[in-house]
């Protein structure tokens, strides 16, 4: 019992963050940096040690050395720089006392549904309340009444769906006369506007921070990337109200779920969020493992709220998770490569589905004109077959020392990473017995880490071959090097050969009209011009496939012997700019040989030809058709079919991409890295859970198919058993409403984190979370329908003294907005704003410097959108990392390097700059005031007082959802006179000019124009939107 | 019409006790009213509660106030410029030895490729008898005034991870800058201007951009704040077209005024917070115009740095850094992104000198003269250093991380002195290392600060600006 006058300890309030923050550094969890073989995280150790005599704080070691004027003695020691306070002593000597019980830290245990308390005059709240209400009690606090209905209605728009209300909503509410009406009205709204498609995007971006959504890989040349289709799907989850597991179940392993389609491959994006270096001479491989750990951090914040950072290098100085603990969960992501798929819309899914059956069905016609189609084409296959020249694959053994990385595969084929240069000119060579080689092979293959899958490394996964060159140098029996020889080409054969067309615009030269460059047929590639290029781009929807050219030289090559053969592949179709998208490579590639006598004048389809080392007989339907396909181009009869189908495919549309995870057939092994030195791998590991979270449980899709760790790994994050994932997510839910986590650190909830200041609400909403089906619309509506939630927010001076972050909930919580708040509202308010869902991300207007070097690193593309697209939601703008877009970044959104969790809420001269004087803010406030004349008409100069006074009722509503009192509309009554005068015409006629010079530039329009087109008097307007832009700039208008 | 900042400061103290804007005030509050002395805590603590940029003492007295950062982004060659390796000259076109280039990773080149003879002729200088290149002539003149390092070494090869390592400490995005550092530490000299100003200049951004001047997990209004010595030197700085002064002024007011009176009625203090965020960026408005107008400098200033008001240029930027500085801007980052030869050594030295050398001797020279350079530190250096061996033909160097050159001028600092030295091929350091960590150490003590006590709590752990690294490089200090 405690004794009188004091509290009784409990461990994890008052003790654990004691001990963890001033001793388990030397006296913690890791090994390797324990000294004294003491631990004081394990009771029994402590004991053992004599460390702590539970009951006798007199005979406690530890007491002992805290309180020790000795130097030498004196507990942390004086370097750390950190103390014990005389208040922590005493607690620590009084948990001693009581018998120094260790209580199991409270977020490694799994929430269970806490007694709701029954507190006198909560009754007309929810659960919520019951809960904070006790505490407001227990600490003698008087809790606000409730906002006025017009301040809730205003706070439900921005929290729910990050929008003001519009006046008619306002409207609404206003004549909601009687209290049980406007309850229930009240409700209605609530249910309104968790269905309204702007919930979706709302709280897509709140999760978006975590997930380090960005439109662009970062590092130094931060290209462009696409993954709005991850964006898109996070809003739409949150919009059907995805149940959170599957939610996190399909960002981690969506590939890996039995039946994955499009949507579940796509959420993997979140994986893929990290950053990549492009930057030349960047080891894939260290960049490689810099992503994995980022998606570690990312799932630790995010999910499961724990720190891991630390043990990348060692095993945590304050939490149980140990180095090798954190390369067991690393393990379970260590089995995808980087991919980057095609994605439809479901227009274009529609369309391309439109064309596979038509051509289907053109092809079903060409097989009813033949007696047996697959007699036919089994006798093509075989006369293929019989001309076919053997191949001989090559295994490169030099590659250049570049930028530009090259990796070898083991089928012999060279894969080409990292930096991606517009123009390169790359010599490959091998020593080799040469004998006779009839003709050359360049395999153009595909790999999931390629754009589309490839086989190019351009966007569309395509590449070009500008010229191809081989020189063979004998090598006498004596080692020494003969003259090298160029080989003559006289042939190029691909199965490819599109027709000569000009570059796309993404390859061309800085001054596009002065291009001369083609791609074209495989004969572009030896024809000695280095404008002309052999592509394998056929157009959307075909391109991303195996390809091969063959070459044929002028006479054989013929070699008894040794001999380096080099193989120069010279690609210089790319673009101007290689710190953009504009390369235009191929992205695999493997050479290979032949000795046949004769080279047949035409290749098969790479495809088909795979086909050729499987009996017919063996054949699935898919491929007799593929082979049909292949057969049907070789008839001449059937050109015009072909022609047809041929235009099908031209109207094949062109589709965005998504970064995905790509599953390899066989995971990567999985190493300790000593102090987190991807070069330093020491002990192999497996994938499992971390002993002090709950197990991971071994499990299978089948009965003869184990489930992929990654799969397995993304249900366990999400498995009922685990402590701190539903608390982590509803902890982040209601720090979204109160600013404050009930749990402050919304990213830590290990030992050093302080403990939550309602433990039992957030075990409730942690429990009702999981028990509703993981639905976060559940939640939602909780917090909304508490009485918390609801009160008012204003307070004394020494309430906001007593309580600043308004933890214990007496107040009702006021906020700034979050940036996409702050830019939304304004365009809203100024009637510009465009609701449209959903896309490729879009480019308001931003000054142009901000994008070319030396602000930029590179010249960075920003086509300012002009057709409404600049005045969409803020969850839409590009985001680059490196040059965030300033109006959002300045009001503190996130840069997306890394996780967030909880962002910075600063205010700040460059925020106030903004709201005064960026473009698309001073937009606003001219739309506003033309709003406002519109809605109250009258004849200029205005003579009626109550009219303007309307008006400036009526501004200041849209902004703030209220009207203003008396004198508020008397501050900006006195303005409007002010600049009314101002506007006055002056006697001079230069003074005039002038006057009505700086008019049109205010206003975009001249004064003759605006009066012509819009009935609306200049100086009018004019007066109108410095009222506007005042109000637009107030405390209130951006604070929810 | 602009009411003095001392009527600011009383009326904000009047209305707002505590003006808790950020999160991280209270730890803030925690640390300065435990720093400050006894008799004026009161005043002083409630004073950084309501401006969190409030000007703190550091832990110790401190011997410089202001530092001036001229990055040199790209890495420049240590070879042509401070480190004098005739070795090198004689070794020019042989292999390194093989044991050299154990374990090592380059970017670009076969670790194995040959060695390149410095470009460039050396000589002594000044009394100190520093050795330097032929293409810094300006910078020979002040040769006794630089503390020259060529001991430096960094732990990255590319160019994003050790920008941010130099910038942050840490390979990674997200750390805070030192720049964010030191304005979390000290506050704010200036009350009409950023503590932290950033220049570009030089053919491209640096690598790590914005990561560069980041407050990582610092209140964001640490960050660094992007000046142009051309066109609007703040975004947003300008009042918007047709809108006069005096409107931009009518309307603050009545912004003001209507907050104030919000503040009355709902008692939040982050209003106050905001009041006074619009009055100093109406300050702003009209004192970083005036603070970047190189017009009023004299011919002979212009001269002696070669700057042309108007021009975006290296130089420029070196005199507004100097203007800054004399405005109460603690700290000032000057990037100039042009020194990564891995071609044209010779002409891209030559040319980045031409671009560079006569601004920077200028700088030490006018802080001198003006008694500014000793309360200022001056640093000069890039990222990382170029290998001895050549990329391509016979005019490139690749990326090296173990072993580079930089200088330091100012306060503190021991001047005419020659620190550190590499091996005979300039491949290793030699003697005296002094890693990035031991940089930072070392700047941070010149600011009176004791690198493992500035710390900030993030995810549960104190994070500082040498992370668990660093030692003072006290042979470089005075005594």
Not at chain 1, 370 to 379: F, G, P, Q, R
Not at chain 1, 478 to 504: C, M
Request: glycine letters at 6%.
């Amino acid at each position: 019992m405690a004794k009188d006058g004091q509290d009784a300890i409990d461990f994890n309030r008052d003790i654990r963050g004691v001990l963890s923050d001033k001793c388990f550094l030397c006296h913690g969890p890791d090994e390797s940096t324990r000294e004294a073989d003491l631990r004081l995280d394990v009771r029994e150790d402590a004991i053992d040690f004599g460390a702590i005599q539970p009951g006798d704080a007199n005979l406690s070691e530890i007491i002992a050395r805290i309180q020790s004027d000795d130097p030498d003695l004196v507990m942390p020691p004086p370097e750390t720089g950190k103390s014990v306070t005389p208040n922590e002593q005493r607690r620590l000597i009084q948990w001693i006392n009581q018998g120094a019980s260790y209580d199991e830290h409270w977020a490694f245990v799994p929430p269970v549904h806490p007694t709701i308390p029954d507190t006198e005059n909560a009754s007309d709240g929810n659960a919520i309340d019951q809960f904070v209400q006790t505490r407001l009690v227990s600490q003698r606090r008087q809790r606000n009444g409730p906002a006025d209905v017009i301040t809730l209605v205003r706070r439900l728009h921005l929290d729910l769906t990050g929008l003001p209300p519009t006046i008619e909503c306002l409207d609404r509410f206003d004549a909601a006369v009687s209290a049980a009406n406007q309850a229930e009205q009240i409700e209605s709204l609530i249910d309104e506007l968790l269905e309204s498609p702007q919930f979706g995007e709302r709280w897509a971006r709140w999760w978006l921070d975590a997930a380090r959504y960005a439109d662009s890989a970062g590092y130094e040349k931060d290209m462009p990337r696409q993954t709005f289709f991850y964006r898109d799907w996070v809003i739409d989850s949150m919009n059907r109200d995805y149940p959170y597991d599957q939610f996190i179940i399909d960002q981690i392993a969506g590939d890996l779920r039995p039946g994955a389609g499009q949507a579940e491959h796509v959420a993997t994006g979140f994986l893929r969020n990290s950053m990549t270096n492009e930057e030349g001479g960047a080891d894939p491989e260290q960049f490689r493992i810099e992503g994995m750990f980022d998606r570690m951090d990312a799932i630790g914040k995010a999910i499961l709220g724990v720190t891991t950072q630390c043990a990348q290098c060692h095993t945590h100085k304050y939490d149980p998770l140990s180095h090798r603990e954190y390369y067991q969960m690393f393990a379970a992501l260590n089995d995808f490569d980087e991919g980057c798929i095609t994605v439809y819309t479901p227009e274009q899914a529609d369309q391309r589905q439109r064309i596979l059956n038509r051509a289907a069905a053109l092809e079903t016609e060409l097989k009813m004109q033949t007696k047996d189609w697959i007699a036919d084409v089994e006798s093509w296959i075989d006369t293929v077959s019989a001309t076919r020249p053997h191949w001989r694959t090559l295994q490169i053994t030099e590659a250049p020392y570049e930028g530009q990385k090259y990796r070898f595969l083991d089928d012999g084929s060279i894969l080409s990473e990292s930096y991606a240069p517009t123009k390169s000119d790359a010599k490959f060579s091998l020593i080799t017995d040469v004998g006779t080689i009839t003709a050359v092979r360049l395999d153009a293959l595909k790999h999931p880490q390629l754009p589309r899958g490839g086989p190019g490394r351009s966007i569309d996964g395509t590449g070009a071959l500008s010229e191809f060159k081989m020189t063979v140098t004998p090598i006498d029996s004596d080692g020494t090097y003969g003259k090298p020889i160029d080989i003559k080409f006289v042939r190029a054969i691909s199965e490819i050969n599109p027709e000569q067309r000009d570059l796309k615009p993404q390859y061309r030269a800085k001054d596009a009209l002065a291009d001369d460059r083609v791609v074209g047929p495989a004969s572009y590639a030896i024809d000695g011009d280095l404008k002309t290029a052999w592509t394998t781009d056929i157009g959307p929807g075909r391109s991303n496939t195996n390809r091969h050219i063959i070459f044929v030289p002028e006479t054989p090559v013929q070699v008894d012997g040794r001999a380096k053969l080099t193989f120069n592949l010279i690609q210089k179709h790319g673009g101007w700019n290689s710190d953009d998208n504009q390369n235009f490579l191929i992205g695999r590639y493997r050479f290979g040989t032949t000795d046949a006598k004769s080279i047949p004048e035409t290749t098969i389809d790479s495809q088909v030809e795979s086909l050729l080392e499987i009996r017919c007989a063996d054949w699935t339907d898919r491929q007799w058709n593929d082979a049909f396909t292949a057969y049907r181009m070789t008839r001449e009869q059937w050109s015009e079919t072909n022609a047809d189908i041929e235009s099908l495919w031209k109207t094949h549309p062109e589709t965005a991409t998504q970064l995905v995870a790509v599953a390899r057939e066989k995971p990567r092994p999985t190493y300790v890295f000593a102090r987190g030195d991807f070069l330093s791998p020491t002990e192999e590991v497996q994938t499992d859970a971390p002993e002090f979270l709950h197990p991971m449980m071994e499990d299978r899709l089948s009965a003869n198919q184990p489930m992929p760790d990654r799969l397995r790994f993304a249900r366990w994050l999400v498995d009922r058993d685990s402590p701190t994932t539903a608390r982590v997510i509803v902890n982040r839910i209601w720090q979204a409403y109160f600013g404050r986590g009930l749990v402050k650190t919304p990213e830590d909830f290990g030992f050093q984190s302080a403990p939550p200041s309602h433990p039992d609400l957030l075990d409730y909403l942690a429990v009702e979370l999981m028990d509703s089906g993981w639905s976060l619309k559940h939640i939602h509506r909780l917090i909304v329908s508490s009485n918390a939630y609801r009160r008012d927010s204003s307070g004394l001076r020494e309430d906001f003294l007593d309580d600043p972050e308004n933890q214990w909930l007496a107040r009702g919580p006021r906020l700034p907005m979050e940036a996409e708040m702050v830019r939304d509202a304004a365009l809203m308010a100024g009637g510009l704003l465009n609701l449209k869902i959903g896309g490729p991300s879009v480019y308001p207007p931003a000054p142009e410097f901000l994008f070319l070097p030396p602000t930029s690193y590179g010249p960075k593309i920003w086509r300012t959108d002009q057709s409404g697209d600049e005045y969409r939601r803020s969850v839409y703008v590009h985001h680059y990392r490196s040059i965030p877009y300033p109006p959002l970044q300045i009001f503190d959104a996130p840069k997306g390097d890394a996780a967030c969790v909880r962002r910075n809420r600063s205010n700040t001269p460059l925020q106030a700059l903004v709201m005064l004087n960026e473009t698309q803010f001073v937009e606003s406030a001219r739309g506003l005031a033309s709003r406002v004349l519109r809605e109250f008409p009258g004849e200029f100069p205005c003579d009626d007082p109550a009219m303007d006074r309307q008006r400036v009722r009526y501004a200041f509503r849209i902004c703030t959802s209220r009207y203003p009192d008396e004198d508020e509309v008397a501050v900006l009554i006195e303005l409007l006179q002010s600049r009314l005068e101002a506007w006055l015409p002056e006697a001079s006629p230069d003074a005039r000019k002038q006057k009505e010079q700086r008019l049109t530039s205010m206003l975009g329009v001249s004064p003759r124009v605006l009066k012509q087109i819009a009935g609306i008097d200049a100086r009018e307007l004019a007066a109108w939107m410095t009222i506007c832009r005042t109000i637009l700039n107030l405390d209130e208008t951006v604070t929810k | 019409m602009i009411p003095h900042q001392v009527t600011q400061r009383r009326w904000f103290l009047q209305q707002c006790q505590l003006g808790l804007g950020h999160i991280a005030l209270t730890s803030l509050l925690a640390k300065s009213a435990a720093a400050v002395s006894k008799s004026d805590s009161n005043s002083e603590a409630v004073d950084h509660a309501v401006n969190p940029m409030a000007p703190k003492p550091p832990h110790f007295p401190a011997k410089i106030k202001n530092v001036i950062v001229l990055f040199m982004g790209g890495g420049p060659s240590q070879f042509e410029l401070f480190d004098h390796k005739p070795a090198l000259q004689k070794l020019d076109g042989t292999l390194p030895p093989a044991e050299l280039l154990d374990g090592y990773r380059s970017a670009f080149i076969n670790p194995n490729s040959k060695l390149l003879g410095p470009k460039f002729k050396f000589a002594r200088h000044g009394q100190s008898g520093a050795e330097l290149s032929e293409s810094l002539p300006h910078l020979a003149k002040v040769a006794d005034d630089l503390c020259i390092i060529k001991s430096m070494t960094t732990d990255a090869f590319n160019h994003a991870p050790a920008q941010l390592m130099m910038s942050t400490g840490s390979q990674q995005f997200g750390r805070p800058s030192m720049g964010s550092w030191l304005t979390y530490g000290l506050g704010s000299e200036t009350e009409d201007l950023p503590a932290y100003v950033v220049f570009n200049s030089g053919k491209k951004g640096p690598s790590a951009g914005a990561g560069n001047w980041s407050s990582g997990f610092l209140p964001t209004l640490h960050s660094g704040v992007e000046f142009r010595s051309s066109g609007d030197p703040v975004l947003y700085l300008s009042t918007p077209p047709g809108i006069s002064d005096l409107e931009q002024r009518q309307t603050l007011d009545a912004v003001n005024t209507l907050n104030r009176r919000r503040l009355d009625v709902v008692g939040d203090p982050e209003i106050a917070t905001r009041v006074n965020a619009y009055e100093m960026a109406f300050r702003m408005q009209s004192s970083a115009p005036e603070a970047m107008n190189l017009a009023d400098e004299p011919e002979h200033m212009l001269k002696l740095y070669g700057a042309e008001p108007g021009k975006m240029s290296f130089a420029n930027n070196c005199l507004l850094a100097r203007r800054l500085v004399q405005r109460g801007v603690r700290f000032i980052q000057l990037f100039h992104e042009s020194w990564d030869q891995h071609g044209g050594l010779e002409s891209g030295i030559r040319q980045n000198c031409l671009d560079t050398d006569q601004a920077c001797a200028a700088l030490v020279q006018d802080l001198k003269q003006r008694g500014m350079l000793d309360e200022t530190l001056v640093i000069w250096g890039g990222e990382f250093g170029r290998t001895p061996m050549v990329q391509g033909g016979n005019d490139g160097r690749d990326h090296h991380p173990n072993s580079f050159s930089m200088w330091m001028a100012g306060g503190g600092l021991k001047s005419g002195l020659t620190y550190g030295s590499t091996d005979e091929l300039g491949f290793n350091v030699g003697e005296n290392p002094v890693h990035v960590h031991d940089l930072h150490a070392t700047i941070l003590h010149l600011l009176g600060f004791d690198h493992k006590r500035l710390t900030y709590r993030f995810q549960g752990r104190d994070y500082r600006l040498t992370d668990v690294h660093g030692e003072v490089v006290q042979d470089i200090l005075h005594a």
